[in-house]
């Protein structure tokens, strides 16, 4: 009676599992495709001072333009989500992003290419608070949310490999105009992909287990998270413009400081996949300790180690210095009452974007006036600052999974 009564293979529920992939191979798609765009200005930079006859200063104008467009409206990306819906808000930034590189493409001057990089920035700030919440929703059901972040962190930085690598091989053969073009055109097809991945019903499937953090969350852990997650961002900023002099004094050339760059980039993007785990196995403030300590060491040692030595050591700075982002992004949805993700997402992203533009200032006057040596080990030091607030953020952590 009761094997009669049992319902059918196709009239079972349907599970979630189609739906937490299909959202995390939507946000790893537009991670990799926004921070890919974001990371190919680099490239065409020198081209279009050339074209247009540019100063530094415009130069610098021009790459300000779109990191602080998306920067400054990544919190207004988050409300607008409330009234418009995240997938569309995010299909439209992809749209909206794609578009600038197609008017990047005809641009005649200066303000044209101005008006195209603001409009990317304005597309691009969607991405991080949206795509990091969709992620955080669809997989908080079943867990493995730090996992799949830890995921969404690394495809950020494979986008950011391949789309400016491959410009720079179709530079070869066409022009920066035409390359603009097609990869607008690419992230033109990235949102028709989402729309096909993301439908509208997708968070909403999705329902929280028993256990999983619902409660109004914690604004004194997400202001030690914000704080920890500034003070990484731009000792990680500062190393990183300061390595190539660094490199320099030790007598590598431009091939060698290219070599180096890699070998810390390849560390890097396996660091935001590994320490994903690390974290969701060990914890997140015994792997804040273990990556901000190690890279506190390695950025001494640095300074004082052969070239060969140094070359040898940066995967694994690399893989210090970036994994620790994986991690704390984990921690912002067990801080973040679940109706405040987008804006968490946004406010977290925003103050280490904005602290990792200010960090090569701040630190540069510093190098300036007692040199690199000195500067190299003030940043060192301040990295040391986020182990007492990585304790705290685990404390209200589990405080508020304690009382969800």
Known sequence: ????????????????????????????????????????????????????????????????????????????????????????????????????????????????????????????????????????????????????????????????????????????????????????????????LLWWLVPARASAQVRPAKGAARGPGSVRGLRALLCTGTLDSAARMGFLTFLPFILQSKGAGTAGIGLALMLLFIGGAFGKLLCGYLGARIGMMKTVWLTESTTSILIVLAIFLPQAGLMAMLPLLGLALNGTSSVLYGAVPELAGPDKREHAFALFYTATIGSGALAPVVFGRLGDATGIAAAMGVLAAVLLLTLPLAWVVERESQRVLAEG
Request: contains cysteine; hydrophobic residues 50%; charged residues 10%.
């Open 1 to 192: 009676m009761n094997s009669i009564s049992q319902p059918l293979p196709s009239e079972q529920p349907p599970t979630a599992d189609p739906i937490r992939r299909r959202a995390l191979v939507a946000a790893c798609t537009a991670h990799a495709v926004h921070d890919g765009l974001t990371d190919l200005i680099y490239v065409l930079l020198p081209l279009w001072q050339a074209q247009f006859a540019l100063s530094l200063a415009q130069v610098g104008l021009l790459r300000g333009a779109y990191s602080g467009t998306m920067a400054a409206i990544q919190l207004l990306a988050s409300r607008a989500a409330r009234r418009w819906g995240r997938e569309r808000l995010l299909i439209g930034g992809t749209v909206l992003a794609g578009f600038a590189y197609l008017l990047a493409g005809q641009a005649d001057g200066l303000v044209m290419l101005l008006l195209a990089l603001m409009l990317g920035g304005l597309g691009a700030s969607t991405q991080h608070p949206l795509a990091s919440s969709l992620v955080t929703d669809t997989h908080e059901a079943g867990g493995g949310v730090k996992q799949a972040l830890s995921h969404y962190n690394f495809s950020g930085d494979i986008g950011k490999t391949l789309i400016p690598g491959l410009v720079g091989l179709l530079l070869t053969v066409v022009s920066w105009r035409a390359s603009a073009t097609l990869i607008g055109l690419l992230a033109l097809g990235c949102a028709a």
